[in-house]
């Protein structure tokens, strides 16, 4: 099956810096990928829609210029949290879509979980 | 506009007990439905999904949900519950109209599986 792999796993880091996660589709190309955030006990909520080789579109709420996030390629889509704070700490889940296929499926990476201390 | 509804934030069943997780969805197109299962730190695991085939799904792990229009409900039951059943469900809806252009998947709120011994 379609595998979708995030990387870092976990990463603890200091207020104010910033954070790239990466997320990769392993064995398929990814037209679309999705980024959600999950605060402990709690749903995922979509933060953003990123389509290979354009802007992405962000959810009402999720500032744009806090969460930068690059689909520069069919396989890599990465979410950079910029001077971040403790209330950015969180689960960080990516999905990739295919047009190819399974058009319906995402398929979801491990997840980061970002600590902002 | 799409949205899901999961009754119950936490269900407990003893071990080979019947397992009914409860979800009803909204939406003005016809839906695809998920469940998908989330481990501690872990990202999410597909569990079955209706994709307007047969409305009787079967998944892994012994799971089964059924598709009811009339109660626009997606409903996920397991005949005996196993103590590795005991994780996080969440129900999810996509717009099947979407499907070869990439889906926003709504996500419920979740439900807390605890399996008693």
């Known amino acids: 099956g379609a595998v979708v792999s995030q990387h870092p796993s976990r990463v603890i880091c200091k207020s104010g810096t910033s954070v790239k996660i990466e997320c990769r589709s392993l064995?398929?190309?990814?037209?679309?990928m999705f980024w959600y955030r999950q605060f402990p006990k709690q749903s995922l909520m979509l933060m953003a829609t990123s389509n290979e080789g354009s802007k992405a579109t962000y959810e009402q709420g999720v500032e744009k210029d806090k969460f930068l996030i690059n689909h520069a390629s069919l396989t890599l889509s990465t979410l950079t949290v910029t001077s971040a704070h403790p209330e950015d700490s969180s689960f960080y889940i990516c999905?990739?879509?295919?047009?190819?296929?399974?058009?319906?499926?995402?398929?979801f990476g491990p997840g980061t979980r970002l600590t902002v201390t | 506009a799409q949205s899901v509804t999961q009754l119950g934030s936490h269900v407990s069943v003893s071990e080979g007990a019947l397992v009914l997780l409860r979800c009803n969805y909204s939406s003005s197109v016809p839906p695809y439905l998920f469940w998908y299962v989330q481990y501690p730190n872990q990202g999410l695991q597909l569990l079955l999904k209706y994709t307007s085939a047969a409305t009787l799904v079967k998944g892994i792990n012994g799971f089964e949900a059924e598709f009811k229009k009339s109660e626009t409900s997606f409903h996920l039951t397991k005949p005996s519950a196993h103590m590795s059943d005991a994780a996080e469900y969440f129900c999810a809806v996509s717009d099947s109209s979407k499907a070869n252009t990439g889906n926003q998947f709504y996500f419920g709120t979740g439900t807390s599986l605890t399996v008693i011994p």
């Open positions: 064995d398929f190309q990814a037209t679309t």
């Open positions: 999905s990739a879509f295919s047009d190819r296929g399974r058009l319906y499926e995402q398929y």
